[in-house]
Nanobody, 123 residues
Framework: EVQLVESGGGSVQAGGSLRLSCTVS????????MAWFRQSPGKEREGIAA????????YYGDSAKGRFTIAFDNSKKMLYLQMNNLKPEDSAMYFC????????????????WGQGTQVTVSS
């Protein structure tokens, strides 16, 4: 089983940037998918970005396209989410997740989750 620990959240003004990190430990198998999700109060958890461990092909949800970049450094076992041009509506708890996901931005496809890191964007 994969264990995940997020870091890097915080408070930033609109237009600013943050980089979230997720330490990935345990056995990283060939078709493992890793992803970032976010959830704000009263809203459903939303798939932001995902990547496969072997191909490293990125996938993005509509809210992330053009502003966020997902990356996985296999040598460090670190998953990253670079977030640029942040907006107040990006404020949420951000989670990293891992699993054998076919529908790569579907939260129900993921079996391992981190505890989350809070991102707050002020206007």
């Amino acid at each position: 089983e994969v264990q995940l620990v997020e870091s890097g959240g915080g408070s930033v003004q609109a237009g600013g940037s943050l980089r979230l990190s997720c330490t990935v430990s345990g056995y990283i198998y060939g078709d493992l998918a890793m992803a970032w999700f976010r959830q704000s109060p009263g809203k459903e958890r939303e798939g932001i970005a995902a990547i496969r461990a072997v191909s490293l092909s990125p996938y993005y949800g509509d809210s992330a396209k053009g502003r966020f970049t997902i990356a996985f450094d296999n040598s460090k076992k670190m998953l990253y989410l670079q977030m640029n041009n942040l907006k107040p509506e990006d404020s949420a708890m951000y989670f990293c997740a891992a699993g054998r996901a076919e529908r790569i931005l579907d939260q129900n496809q993921y079996t391992s989750w981190g505890q989350g890191t809070q991102v707050t964007v002020s206007s």
